[in-house]
């Protein structure tokens, strides 16, 4: 009877195997790019060039700080513009649900149509508040009668992003609004072809047609940390060690496979009278 006495291969030697130095390598590259992705999401989370104080407060021309059918930035939300144009006839529709400090009213909006675009543009413009319906709709006849005009109005207000359609409450007409949204008005606008359209709507400062001001206070100074942004930085940086974790767990599972296999091996070479065991 020979006995030949060796070991199994150590987690260390297992990993030096060049299949796992190659899997190794891959984890390195799969994590670089991980940290690659936190870094870039790392320094889009933090504002170095944020508004000065009171900037939102000026009033700047529409051109200037939005495009047609562009998302308005964060920072230039509540932003003051100014546009000039004129109301199209029989797109004065009402919005429900809206507060003006604190009580429940609604919106009178107009399409308002820009004069100096080179080609055709609008803007959706909340005009301003009524306490009733009744009121409401006593006004948007009055803003009809200035529309059939033709006179260019000048509107000073805030701009402000679009909120969402939704749809209306169960029991109201289908075309009932609850939402300021510049999309769901377009859908009942008329002479939209060819129309180019903003995606944020400006709450006017001055009411006209017998409507209150609407009430629109100052933005609050945001913070020029973006936590949403350092959040996912976060998760890069765990996805990253993950990947050094997934070449760690592949290659020990190896191991611990042939571990078993020269147990098992020994086992059978025990009951057989022999011991022969091999390892690297």
């Known amino acids: 009877m020979t006995d030949q006495i060796s070991f199994p291969p150590t987690l260390r030697e297992v990993m030096l195997r ?8 891959f984890a390195l590259v799969v994590a670089g790019v991980f940290a690659w992705l936190g870094q ?10 944020p508004l000065p104080p009171g900037a939102t407060e000026q009033v700047r021309p529409l051109a ?7 998302y308005l930035p964060e920072p230039l939300v509540g932003q003051r513009v100014e546009v000039t144009g004129r109301w199209v006839p029989g797109d004065f529709l009402i919005v429900s649900s809206r ?14 149509r820009l004069a100096d ?3 055709p543009t609008s803007v959706a413009v ?3 508040w009524a306490p009733t319906l009744t009121d409401a709709e006593s006004a948007a006849q009055a803003l009809e009668a200035l529309a059939a005009a033709g006179e260019p109005v000048t509107i000073v207000g805030r701009l402000i992003s679009d909120e969402g359609p939704l749809p209306p409450p169960r029991g109201e007409p289908p075309l009932t609004m609850i939402r300021m949204s510049p999309a769901a008005l377009l859908s009942q606008w008329h002479d939209t072809a060819g129309l180019d359209v903003y995606r944020p709507y400006v709450a006017s400062q001055s009411a006209s047609g017998g409507l209150v001001d609407i009430v629109s206070p100052a933005p ?8 949403l942004n350092i959040f996912y930085a976060a998760e890069w940086v765990v996805f990253a060690g993950f990947a050094f974790y997934f070449w ?32 690297d």
Request: proline share 2%.
């Open 99 to 112: 507060f003006n400090d604190g009580v429940e009213g609604y919106w009178v909006t107009g399409q308002l």
């Open 64 to 70: 200037e700080v939005a495009s047609p059918g562009e």
């Open 40 to 49: 870039w999401q790392l320094a889009r989370a933090i504002d170095t060039d």
């Open 248 to 279: 760690y767990r592949l290659a020990k599972d190896a191991w611990e496979k042939e571990v078993e296999e020269f147990e098992d091996a020994v086992a059978d070479a025990s009951g057989s009278g022999s011991v022969t065991a091999t390892g």
């Open 220 to 227: 609050n100074a945001g913070s020029t940390v973006n936590w």
């Open 117 to 119: 675009a080179a080609a």
């Open 126 to 128: 909340a005009v301003g």
């Open 18 to 25: 060049p299949r796992w130095i190659g899997v190794l390598l």
